[in-house]
């Protein structure tokens, strides 16, 4: 890794380097761009979770909630608190951001993308016991241990291989 005379690094190589690798006082723009950007990331997904969250807290006050079984009413918990958790998780970037200090601006981004991932971790277990528990409902236990597993694996391709993989392979323009 090069620096020029000032220490900086170009901005061809602060995109390849990962949060704690960037320097609080060189790499302050890289830093903060990021950092915004996660934010703008956030702005997005934090209201579809506090949909879900708000539906999920509504359920029970249905007049049907009643003929929900044991087990369901387990699913139910599991979603409810998986998704609540989804919302703090989101929310602690922001958190990091107003009230963490200035001067760690790496370890805040860092923070704040490991908690996204366990925002997203917690919003797919949310979403996925949501369907379980109402297509076990509707329909019966095979039927949805079926949907549950493929939107599981739809969640795995989309919010880990693909972007695993992504910019590995050069591109054949």
């Known amino acids: 890794m090069t620096t ?5 690094h170009n901005n061809r190589e602060t995109a390849d380097l990962g949060a704690l690798e960037l320097d609080d006082d060189a790499d302050r723009d890289e830093l903060r761009s990021r950092y915004y950007g996660l934010l703008q990331e956030l702005r997005v997904l934090l209201p579809g979770a ?5 539906f999920l807290l509504t359920a029970p006050f249905a007049n049907r909630f ?11 918990g599991v979603s409810l608190m998986s998704g609540m958790l989804a919302i703090i998780a989101y929310v602690s970037p ?6 963490g200090s200035r001067t760690a601006r790496a370890e805040r981004l860092q923070w704040s993308i490991r908690m996204m991932r ?9 979403l996925i016991s949501s369907l ?7 329909y019966d236990e095979g039927t949805a241990v079926i949907l549950a597993s493929v939107l599981t694996a739809s969640m795995v391709l989309a919010w880990v ?10 591109s054949s323009k």
């Open 66 to 76: 009643k003929e929900v079984d044991q087990t369901g009413r387990g699913v139910y």
């Open 118 to 126: 366990v925002g997203l971790f917690c919003l797919s277990l949310s």
């Open 161 to 170: 291989a693909l972007p695993s993989s992504a910019g590995r392979h050069p």
């Open 50 to 54: 506090q949909v879900l969250v708000a």
């Open 132 to 138: 379980f528990l109402i297509a076990r409902f509707i």
């Open 4 to 8: 020029g005379e000032t220490g900086h």
């Open 94 to 99: 922001i958190a990091l951001h107003r009230v």
